[in-house]
């Protein structure tokens, strides 16, 4: 009796001491998966299709989008490694613009520097994805690979394990069990102005080779708090691809624009122009052309165009609009 229970410690403790390399194990296999050394070192990759943006789950914009994405050889000292252009409307006529520390919203108007609060955004949405993290952030000092265990994912058997770098952050991700992709991930953060704690979800689909052996999900939908955000449905997408000359750049001759926040209003064509960048959640589908309390006091009113046609008015809290209530 006394050499079971012996027996039985020992391969409870070599279970738990083999958790790590199993984690870590994983992890190769879905790099192994997406391309092996074709997916660590792609160069770009041009995706077209369309986007959506979600408010309170009901679709707040559309549009179609083609997005341009470039892979920098090393992860800067400062900032993302990537660049990335996302061109927005049949008519390719605006734009964002993601560089390694700044992003810049780009119409007819000019140039202006995305909100503070939107690059963070965008920041920690993109350390945080998988599909980066696998590339660049694996192999920095202090990263964890812990294996969760296994479980079965809508439908699909799944092996999960926590990225825990060395700030403590945690990103959980689900790997389908026989292709080995990551289907789905989720981390938190903290608010450090409202101290609420957010969670944030992605889920990845449809994958395909995109060239060369390099897989990537035609389907990508990401949620906060419970809600869904964004989702994108890729028509077509392609990697190393010759890109078009200055796509990263800022058009020659525009005009740069103040942040939001350091100019709180335009007048353009004699109509109060408001920049409401929590409503277009990324997507300039919706363009404020005229803001004014609303009757309650509590909300405000908003009148706008959606792809050049003026549309009715729609009715937001105060809270959202950042207009002051009452």
Not at 27 to 46: C, E, P, T, W, Y
Not at 85 to 96: F, H
Request: glycine share 8%; with cysteine.
């Amino acid at each position: 009796m006394k050499k079971l229970t012996v027996l039985f410690f020992f391969l409870c403790v070599l279970g738990r001491a083999q958790t790590p390399d199993k984690g870590k194990d994983i992890i190769q296999k879905s790099i192994a998966a997406l391309g092996g050394d074709r997916f660590l070192h792609m160069q770009n990759r041009v995706a077209s299709g369309r986007i959506y943006a979600f408010f309170r789950d009901q679709v707040s914009g559309l549009d179609v989008a083609t997005v341009y994405t470039e892979y920098l050889p090393q992860r800067p000292a400062k900032g993302l490694a990537i660049r990335e252009r996302e061109v927005l409307g049949k008519k390719q006529d605006y734009s964002y613009l993601f560089l390694e520390t700044q992003g810049w919203d780009i119409t007819f108007r000019g140039a202006r520097p995305i909100p503070d609060e939107d690059w963070q955004r965008y920041v920690r949405t993109t350390e945080h994805d998988i599909l980066y993290m696998l590339r660049y952030r694996i192999n920095e000092p202090g990263m964890l690979f812990d294996y969760v265990g296994g479980d079965v994912y809508l439908t699909t058997p799944v092996d999960i394990v926590d990225l825990t770098d060395a700030q403590n952050q945690t990103v959980r991700v689900y790997f389908d069990q026989n292709t080995h992709l990551p289907v789905h991930e989720s981390f938190t953060w903290l608010d450090p102005d409202t101290h609420q704690r957010n969670e944030e979800v992605t889920e990845f689909d449809k994958y395909r080779d995109t060239g060369g052996g390099i897989m990537w999900p035609y389907s990508i939908e990401r949620e906060r708090n419970g809600y869904k955000t964004s989702q994108i449905f890729a028509r077509q997408v392609q990697s190393n691809q010759a890109l078009p000359a200055k796509i990263f750049e800022l058009p020659p001759g525009a005009k740069l624009l103040r942040k939001v926040g350091e100019q709180n209003s335009d007048r353009e064509g004699g109509e109060f122009i408001r920049f409401l960048p929590q409503l277009r959640t990324g997507l300039r589908c919706w363009e404020p052309l005229h803001v004014g309390p609303a009757p309650d006091k509590r909300h405000v009113e908003l009148a706008g165009s959606y792809n050049g046609s003026r549309c009715a008015g729609i009715v937001v809290p105060a809270a959202i609009s950042g207009w002051p209530e009452g």
